[in-house]
T-cell receptor, first 112, second 113 residues
Framework: GESVGLHLPTLSVQEGDNSIINCAYS??????FIWYKQESGKGPQFIID?????DKRQGQRVTVLLNKTVKHLSLQIAATQPGDSAVYFC???????????FGTGTRLKVLA | DGGITQSPKYLFRKEGQNVTLSCEQN?????MYWYRQDPGQGLRLIYY???????QKGDIAEGYSVSREKKESFPLTVTSAQKNPTAFYLC????????????FGEGSRLTVL
């Protein structure tokens, strides 16, 4: 069935380096994508989103890239900080539905 | 401040008991959702509601029930029929008619003893 998944379950990066977290989606009908950050024992927090009519969107220290040709989504975090350590989820939603589909998540560990 | 409030944060239950998790939002959102999260897994949809007095089953609705009598409230009951209820439960809300982000509560951790 359709699903949203992640290539790497755990990513370790040095403090100050850039992080790239990847996500694959399977349904080309999805038109809205979101990245969430979840700290241990807490609810997910919105980071950034992108619609299917865009290829790139930038926020503060974060950039989301969407490649519709290969159904790939990525989150880039610049100058990774210890506070960035968390689990990151991607999510998709298809037009006309209310069913958000979440990936399994990638754990980002920032090394001092 | 606007947001979503879940309670209780931690809950222990004996087998055979029903428990109800509370979810309240003051964001004026029409849509509300309940997800279950297990270690190492993504969020799985239990129930969602697009509008007051209406709700739909998600992917894992068996053993759960909900109600949506008020726009602000979407309580989830974990019944004794749920075979493996120990999990982290997340409530979320969002706007309807215009696809956008979901806003999440801080979660409720249910442990069955």
């Amino acid at each position: 069935g359709e699903s949203v998944g992640l290539h790497l379950p755990t990513l370790s990066v040095q403090e100050g380096d850039n992080s790239i977290i990847n996500c694959a989606y399977s349904n080309s009908a999805s038109d809205y994508f979101i990245w969430y950050k979840q700290e241990s024992g807490k609810g997910p927090q919105f980071i950034i989103d992108i619609r299917s009519n865009m290829d790139k969107r930038q926020g503060q220290r974060v950039t989301v890239l969407l490649n519709k040709t290969v159904k790939h989504l990525s989150l880039q975090i610049a100058a990774t900080q210890p506070g960035d350590s968390a689990v990151y989820f991607c999510a998709e939603i298809r037009s006309g539905t209310y069913k958000y589909i979440f990936g399994t998540g990638t754990r980002l560990k920032v090394l001092a | 401040d606007g947001g979503i409030t879940q309670s209780p944060k931690y809950l222990f239950r004996k087998e055979g008991q029903n428990v109800t998790l509370s979810c309240e939002q003051n964001l004026n959102h029409d849509a509300m959702y309940w997800y279950r999260q297990d270690p190492g897994q993504g969020l799985r949809l239990i129930y969602y509601s697009q509008i007051v007095n209406d709700f739909q089953k998600g992917d894992i609705a068996e053993g759960y029930s909900v109600s949506r009598e008020k726009k602000e409230s979407f309580p989830l009951t974990v019944t004794s029929a749920q075979k493996n209820p120990t999990a982290f439960y997340l409530c979320a809300s969002g706007t309807s008619g215009n696809t956008g982000e979901l806003f999440f509560g801080e979660g409720s951790r249910l442990t069955v003893l």
